[in-house]
């Protein structure tokens, strides 16, 4: 109860009057504890994992953002080196991430930029871009204003994870025994990977995470195809996630193949969708585009 009283305490002025107004000088200025929002004047962004088996499609169907005006630029985050699928896109650029610390710093990269861009700020945005680039900041006319990252995969960043966890850097030897993971080193990788999808998620800017897929046994015993994390974690990052699809090949009008994306757990999958504008199943050959049509997010 004490500890409730500070709160509203520190989240009120005193005298009723509010923070830092000239007619209460005895009120300091400073920021209040929280602030309050109204849910349909919200920016909204897409936050989604989309898993599936290798050659599905998962990274070319992320590359249909590009047709999407209000989601360029955009920025991969390629842990795979499959980024064939990306080569004939615009405003597509990749960093080639090869640990878990690269990843974390371009999400220390990725606050900065989001800063200077909704301020308006092109002159940092220039040297920020210039800097990573490795070119002169005069040979920037236009910096990216990146509205969409996508991480392909989540999978491979844990593997990074763990790999930090474990010590095996690109200088371990391949003959080399490395320690392998026990308890602490799960329990440690399991916070470590939610935070970076928390992190990613919360920043204002659509997030599309790829993941591979895995055939597992649920807590009840069922088996189910589920984004391939290690143990519950692929059951805790689809928390994260306004939508989780699952990417597979079906068969179509007179058996011909076509892709569906599944976002409702109607089968031996997980799958979620939290967008309540729309809701079927599944999308046919679905396109980013599509999809935002669908939950209500496009901006044409």
């Not at 000239?22 to 309050?36: E, M």
């Not at 392909?152 to 010590?167: H, P, R, V």
């Not at 939508?243 to 009008?253: H, S, Y």
């Not at 193949?257 to 757990?265: A, K």
Request: with cysteine; glycine share 6%; hydrophobic share 40%.
């Amino acid at each position: 109860m004490a500890e409730q009283n500070q709160v509203a305490e520190d989240a009120v002025p005193k005298d009723g009057a509010p923070v830092g107004t000239a007619g209460n000088p005895a009120t300091p200025k400073r920021a209040p504890a929280f602030t309050i929002e109204t849910t349909s004047d919200k920016k909204r962004y897409l936050k989604m994992c989309i898993y599936g088996d290798y050659g599905m499609g998962k990274t070319t169907l992320g590359g249909t953002a590009t047709k999407v005006p209000s989601m360029k630029d955009i920025l991969v985050l390629d842990a795979e080196a499959g980024d064939l699928s990306l080569a004939d896109m615009q405003d597509v650029d990749v960093i080639r991430v090869k640990n878990y610390r690269m990843a974390s710093q371009v999400e220390a990269f990725l606050r900065e930029h989001c800063k200077y861009r909704d301020l308006g700020d092109d002159d940092k945005l220039k040297e920020l871009e210039a800097l990573l680039k490795g070119v002169d900041v005069k040979s920037i006319k236009k910096p990216r204003k990146y509205q969409t990252v996508i991480v392909d995969t989540l999978s491979e960043i844990e593997t990074f994870c763990m790999y930090q966890l474990l010590g095996i850097t690109a200088m371990t030897a391949l003959d080399e025994e490395t320690a392998v993971a026990e308890w602490p080193e799960f329990r440690r990788n399991f916070n470590m990977i939610q935070r970076f999808v928390r992190t990613f998620r919360d920043l204002p800017m659509n997030i599309i995470m790829m993941c591979q897929q895995q055939y597992v046994q649920n807590d009840q015993k069922q088996m189910l195809y589920s984004p391939n994390l290690t143990g519950k974690l692929s059951g805790a990052v689809q928390g994260f996630f306004d939508v989780v699809g699952f990417l597979t090949i079906v068969k179509g009008e007179e058996g011909k193949p076509l892709r569906r994306l599944f976002v409702q757990p109607i089968d031996r999958f997980a799958a979620k969708n939290r967008f309540a504008a729309f809701k079927d199943p599944w999308f046919d050959n679905p396109t980013i585009e599509s999809i935002l049509k669908a939950v209500g997010l496009y901006e044409g």
